[in-house]
């Protein structure tokens, strides 16, 4: 029995490895030509790092629709707390009116956990590849024998091995991989942190996807803290660089387009209207203002006119147009 659910999991996670091998591979043949050491471990290490590039860079348009639902899940927060007041004594009602809630504000409540969940079948795949290539030296996809015993014996910094682990290493090796543990800790923790504390307006930090957040931001990186101490070298590698793209990425997105109402939105305000100041220009929020501003002098004015009534006239002045 054990053998057949082997042999499926094994059949989902081919492809991967084909894939995940291919983009490795052709890495470290590219460094190889250059004139690296193919069984060095600086090879393989800039290898995986642009695995990890590839990565992330193919899950940019996940990311930017993170980022769009994420947004909509803060501001619709206020009406998600006015339906629980509503409905709060009927869960199917307020079921139906939240999902209604979200389809008519284009959210989708998941959406902010794609690029997490997509990334952990590759992450998966690279993890027992490059775990069995140490152990065993075994083959997966375009990694054959020959590669995965190279894998296995590549040192760095002298004789740490790219394949050693926190558990199983012993002095450099386990300051190596500790401080790969630590960093890929913090880099998850300060990613959250970024997103609550500088793109969150106040009326999201409260409520069932503020807990959510929260419970992101303390219990992912104890996840990856213990499941860290068993993970290679190389596959910490991967997981600290991508976080770091994570943490660069979003602090691009958060400063350059903010949630409206949050400390990052007045923090971009202030630089454009220090940036206007300079060269003698309006910030796009002054415009807006002016622009509304005239619309409701224009309204006023409308209202003015169909208040004025005309004038009666006396039978003296209709007698004067009669002749």
Not at 27 to 34: D, E, I, K, M, V
Not at 82 to 98: F, I, N
Not at 113 to 138: H, N, S, V
């Amino acid at each position: 029995m054990l053998d057949f659910f082997g042999s499926i999991g094994h059949a989902i996670m081919a492809p991967l490895y084909y894939a995940v091998s291919f983009i490795l591979v052709g890495f470290h043949r590219g460094l190889s030509a250059l004139g690296l050491d193919p069984a060095g471990g600086w090879t393989w290490i800039l290898s995986i790092i642009g695995l990890t590039l590839v990565v992330r860079t193919a899950l940019i348009p996940l990311f930017v629709k993170q980022i769009k639902s994420s947004r909509n899940m803060q501001l619709i927060q206020p009406k998600v707390r006015e339906l629980q007041k509503k409905y709060g004594h009927d869960r199917e009602k307020l079921a139906q009116e939240t999902m209604k809630l979200y389809k008519d504000s284009g959210t989708n409540p998941f959406a902010s956990c794609l690029p997490i969940l997509l990334q952990m079948p590759i992450f998966l795949a690279l993890f027992r590849m490059l775990d069995q290539a140490a152990r065993k030296g075994k083959a997966h996809g375009f990694m054959d024998t020959e590669l995965a015993g190279q894998f296995r014996d590549a040192k760095f910094f002298g004789d740490i091995p790219v394949s050693g682990t926190l558990t199983g290493g012993v002095g450099g090796v386990v300051v190596v991989a500790a401080i790969l543990v630590v960093a890929m800790t913090a880099t998850t923790f300060m990613t959250q942190r970024q997103l609550m504390s500088k793109n969150m307006p106040a009326d999201a930090l409260s409520g069932p996807y503020a807990q959510q957040q929260k419970l992101l931001l303390y219990v992912l990186p104890v996840v990856f803290a213990v499941g860290g101490i068993a993970f290679p070298i190389g596959v910490l590698v991967y997981w600290t660089i991508s976080n770091l793209w994570t943490m660069c990425q979003q602090f691009y997105v958060i400063r350059n387009n903010p949630a409206p109402g949050t400390p990052a939105a007045k923090a971009k305000e202030e630089r454009d209207r220090h940036k206007a100041e300079r060269h003698g220009l309006k910030t796009p929020a002054q415009v807006e203002e002016e622009r509304l501003a005239a619309e409701a002098e224009s309204k006023r004015e409308e209202k003015a006119q169909a208040r004025v009534q005309p004038q009666r006239q006396t039978k003296a002045q209709r007698n004067k147009k009669k002749r």
